[in-house]
């Protein structure tokens, strides 16, 4: 099975017919090995930057000071990287000073895990210098040389490691699992954005109850802007369908107000919106069972993620299921203001007045008619409702 794009393959032949190596490397290699579809393909290369823009006739300085050209191949973008080594991590995130090397191995020895540090050339030979085939093949995630300096060079790699923990399921080096708690403290260096992308992605991994296990045994948690107590109780709520939802359960089960859980992982507006209606639901599920009025203010999504966390916390309680929701939810005679069919020109046309404060009302009280089975969702059963009951308020 041939790796990679045709535009990426291209784009190595093409170095390699110029006399550089070529290879392709990182997190696509290993999903490539894991059986999985590989996507974000890189490319290395001994080429320099220069040598790479001398290669091929469309290309873009996208991040040439770190070694990475744009190349445009079949109306595709490949990134191509020029192997590296790194100098000191002052901040521990970013490097001091890259050097570009000549180097294969040189350029495998910085990077974060075995599993990470592979390559794979053209012809399917893989270049394995740290064992990360057998690491792989026992499910172990494993920092390249001492796991202290990968984690002091780059904070960022220690909420990756339980990310990793969650999207493949694989079990942690004895010595990378201890210092990843030794390293704990240093996430403060990592921004609160890319904790949040992180978390995102762990979130919805195959196995986030035990990436969530770790975060807590490695004290991880302790670090964080938020986070639950009850790591049982988030762990029930799983697995998750969305990052949101993710969320939704991280905010539910550690009774965050919405607004400071906002504030501690700077979320999108879409992001507040749904968690502030998850919020508002949840409160109203505790009340009892979901009826027309919740069914028809919320999402489907804000239904089901709502109802699960509802079950993961009061196991003992009736509860309804996604397709129950669903159903139920679909059986509703409109499912928003917009599939009234009427509007409020209708309403002026029909009375002969002018339009204002009125027509919110009346339009709201018709919605409801409908919602509650009072009248027909048609603009002539409307008609004949709404000139009576306006006839009898007048």
């Given at each position: 099975m041939s790796f990679g794009t045709a535009a990426s393959r291209e784009v190595v032949r093409q170095l390699m017919d110029a006399g550089y190596e070529a290879v392709f490397v990182g997190g696509s290699v290993r999903d490539h090995l894991?059986?999985?579809?590989?996507?974000?393909i890189d490319i290395a290369t001994s080429a320099m930057p220069t040598e790479v823009k001398e290669v091929f006739s469309h290309?873009?300085?996208v991040g040439i000071q770190h070694g990475t050209v744009l190349v445009m191949m079949y109306g595709e973008p490949i990134e191509v990287t020029t192997y590296r080594t790194e100098g000191t991590y002052a901040d521990h995130r970013r490097p001091d000073e890259v050097h570009f090397v000549r180097s294969l191995e040189?350029?495998?020895?910085?990077?974060?895990?075995?599993m990470n540090a592979l390559a794979l050339t053209l012809d399917g030979l893989c270049i394995d210098p740290f064992g990360g085939q057998e690491d792989i093949k026992k499910r172990l995630i494993r920092a390249v040389g001492n796991a202290d300096d990968r984690f002091q060079e780059d904070a960022l790699r220690i909420i990756r490691t339980v990310r990793f923990a969650s999207t493949l399921g694989f079990a942690i080096e004895k010595d990378t699992a201890n210092a990843l708690k030794n390293n704990a403290p240093l996430i403060g260096h990592i921004s609160v954005e890319r904790i949040k992308t992180e978390m995102d992605k762990l979130f919805i991994?195959?196995?986030v109850e035990r990436a969530l296990t770790i975060l807590v045994e490695s004290n991880l948690h302790r670090e964080l802007p938020l986070f639950p107590q009850e790591i049982g109780m988030l762990s029930a709520c799983a697995p998750f369908s969305s990052p949101l939802h993710g969320w939704a359960a991280f905010m539910i089960v550690g009774k965050f107000n919405p607004q400071d859980?906002?504030?501690?992982?700077k979320l999108s507006n879409q992001d507040k919106q749904f968690l502030t209606a998850v919020?508002?639901?949840?409160?109203?599920?505790?009340a009892g069972k979901f009826g027309?009025?919740?069914?028809?203010?919320?999402?489907?999504?804000?239904?089901?993620?709502?109802e699960r966390i509802f079950h993961a916390l009061y196991p003992n309680k009736e509860y309804m299921t996604i397709e129950e929701l669903r159903e139920m939810k679909g059986k509703l005679p409109i499912q928003s203001k917009e599939d009234l069919c009427i509007n409020g020109k209708d309403l002026m046309e029909w009375t002969g007045q002018r339009g204002g404060k009125w027509l919110g009302e009346w339009l709201y009280r018709a919605e409801r008619a409908v919602l509650y089975g009072q009248c027909i969702n048609t603009s002539k059963h409307l008609k004949e409702w709404f000139l009576s009951e306006f006839k009898r308020q007048a």
């Amino acid at each position: 099975m041939s790796f990679g794009t045709a535009a990426s393959r291209e784009v190595v032949r093409q170095l390699m017919d110029a006399g550089y190596e070529a290879v392709f490397v990182g997190g696509s290699v290993r999903d490539h090995l894991l059986g999985k579809e590989a996507s974000d393909i890189d490319i290395a290369t001994s080429a320099m930057p220069t040598e790479v823009k001398e290669v091929f006739s469309h290309t873009f300085d996208v991040g040439i000071q770190h070694g990475t050209v744009l190349v445009m191949m079949y109306g595709e973008p490949i990134e191509v990287t020029t192997y590296r080594t790194e100098g000191t991590y002052a901040d521990h995130r970013r490097p001091d000073e890259v050097h570009f090397v000549r180097s294969l191995e040189e350029d495998l020895k910085r990077r974060d895990f075995t599993m990470n540090a592979l390559a794979l050339t053209l012809d399917g030979l893989c270049i394995d210098p740290f064992g990360g085939q057998e690491d792989i093949k026992k499910r172990l995630i494993r920092a390249v040389g001492n796991a202290d300096d990968r984690f002091q060079e780059d904070a960022l790699r220690i909420i990756r490691t339980v990310r990793f923990a969650s999207t493949l399921g694989f079990a942690i080096e004895k010595d990378t699992a201890n210092a990843l708690k030794n390293n704990a403290p240093l996430i403060g260096h990592i921004s609160v954005e890319r904790i949040k992308t992180e978390m995102d992605k762990l979130f919805i991994g195959k196995y986030v109850e035990r990436a969530l296990t770790i975060l807590v045994e490695s004290n991880l948690h302790r670090e964080l802007p938020l986070f639950p107590q009850e790591i049982g109780m988030l762990s029930a709520c799983a697995p998750f369908s969305s990052p949101l939802h993710g969320w939704a359960a991280f905010m539910i089960v550690g009774k965050f107000n919405p607004q400071d859980l906002f504030k501690a992982y700077k979320l999108s507006n879409q992001d507040k919106q749904f968690l502030t209606a998850v919020s508002e639901a949840f409160q109203e599920r505790l009340a009892g069972k979901f009826g027309t009025d919740q069914l028809y203010k919320y999402t489907e999504s804000v239904l089901q993620i709502t109802e699960r966390i509802f079950h993961a916390l009061y196991p003992n309680k009736e509860y309804m299921t996604i397709e129950e929701l669903r159903e139920m939810k679909g059986k509703l005679p409109i499912q928003s203001k917009e599939d009234l069919c009427i509007n409020g020109k209708d309403l002026m046309e029909w009375t002969g007045q002018r339009g204002g404060k009125w027509l919110g009302e009346w339009l709201y009280r018709a919605e409801r008619a409908v919602l509650y089975g009072q009248c027909i969702n048609t603009s002539k059963h409307l008609k004949e409702w709404f000139l009576s009951e306006f006839k009898r308020q007048a």
